[in-house]
Each structure stands twice: as structure tokens, then as C-alpha cells.
């Protein structure tokens, strides 16, 4: 009796640890795989001083050289090492579109919660101005406000930040409404709770799957806004290597030598589909309605 117990008890605990977000995400083939080649990216980005064969800035050899020997992508028209350009680059555009996420997050989160938990003016005052601003196309929105500010990578943060906030508004928005009339809720307003400590403590935990998932697919599109304004001229200013620079450096050159687009090209594209691979797993992997199907 006691070992059938145990062994009923042993059964029960792995169950429930299978049923945990960790171990479901460590188990999904999408999450793993797009999130270790994220981790790649994202680390020789960071340790691009050390990873980085040659200087991105300063030109080293003869322009236009194929790949081969010390030049594994070949070089440039202004002779720079196009692989140490490449990972530079990826310096720029992967910290400007998490810094300028962290700030959409940071300020859509709250004003979503503020928008779906107070309700009434302030709702109507938070909800209308996001939806002045989602009316706008998000590139052509970008640009008006880039070429407002000038055109430098603080500003570029900004004007992602500025349309990608109402995004999360409305994600936290819709989920606040869908658990501020929950009893959990009402018990803590019950015994006195501040609004502020509910927002915290109560309601932003049971908010926080979608919130994950948008920030995971909001990544690849600032990505892909980022890399359009450099690509106009608007984004990070020669010599300063970003992705959308190089691939607009080298439209003049795609037919005489290929490889200058290729490379950033495929950094662009290949880091968008693993953002969005993994916005999906992580959808998968935290709304139960869709485990199943993972």
C-alpha cells in the first residue's frame, strides 16, 4: 500500500513538472532551435571586439576582393573586412530593436493595465491615442518621425519604441479585461490592496504569456524597421556598420559581386525567422488552448 502510495505520489510530481512552461519550452523543438541560434547570434554580436578578424571601420586591402584566405566574405567597395562589418552589425541592429522594444514593453505594459483596469476616461483616453497611431503604415510612420528628429541610432530607438507601444497596449489591454473582475482580484481589493500593488503583484503575472509572445515577434519587426531606415539612410550613418547599411551599400554590386548583399541579407532574414519561430513556440508552449498543436 505504502509503495503503491509512492509510486502514485512519484507519478503525480512528474506530471506536474511536465506540465510546467520550462519544461514544455525546453521540449519544443521551434523554442530550442530558434532560441539557440538567437543566443549565437546575440553572443558574437557582444563579443564582437574579440570575434571581429579585422577593424569594420577602417579600410585594409585592395575594394571588391572575392571571399577567400584572410577576407572569409570578402571585401567591400571601400576595401573593409565584410565579415567584421557583419558582426558589428549585428551589434547595432540587435541592440537597437531590444532597447527600443524594452522601452514599447516597459511603457505599453503599463498603460495597458492602466487602460483595462481603471476602464472609463482613462481607458478611452489611452485606447484612442493608440489607435491614432496604429491608423498610421508602421514604416511610413517611422520615417516622418526619423526625418523630424534627424537621422542618428538614439532617434531610431525612439520612433520603434513609439510604434510599437501600441501593440502592447492592446495585447495587456484586452488580457487586463479578460482577469480584473476575477475573484482573486476582488479578494485583494477586498482587504484593502493598493491599485498599484494589484497591478504588480496580481494582475501583471496572469498577463505575462502574451506579453512574451509579442515581445518575441515585436524583435523581428524592429529588426526589420530598423534595417529598412538604414537601408534609407536614416538609421546608423556610415561608417558605422548596421545590416540595412550593408545591404544598401551593396544594391550597386549585386550582379559584379553578390556575396556584399548575400551576407547581410541572410543575417536579416535568418534572425527575423528565428524570432518569429520562436514567438510561435512560445505561443504554443504557454496558451493551453494550443499545446496540443506544438
Known sequence: MTAGRGDQLTRTRRKQAHNTAWYRALHSPRVVIAGAFLIIVAATAIAAPVLAPHDATEPLTMPLLPPGGDYPLGTDDFGRDVLSRLIYAGRVSLGVSTASVAIATLVGVWLG???????????????RAMDILLSFPTIVLAIAIVAMLGPNLRNVVIVIAIVYTPRFVRIVYGATLSVREAEFIQAARAIGAEDLRILRTAVLPNVMAPILVQISLSLGFAILVETGLSFLGLGAQPPTPSWGNMVSAARDFMESNPWLLIAPASMVGLTILALNTLGDGLRDVLDPRLRGTG
Do not use: D, N, P, S
Open 113 to 127: 493595465l492602466f487602460a483595462g483596469y481603471y476602464r472609463g476616461v482613462i481607458e478611452t483616453l489611452i485606447m
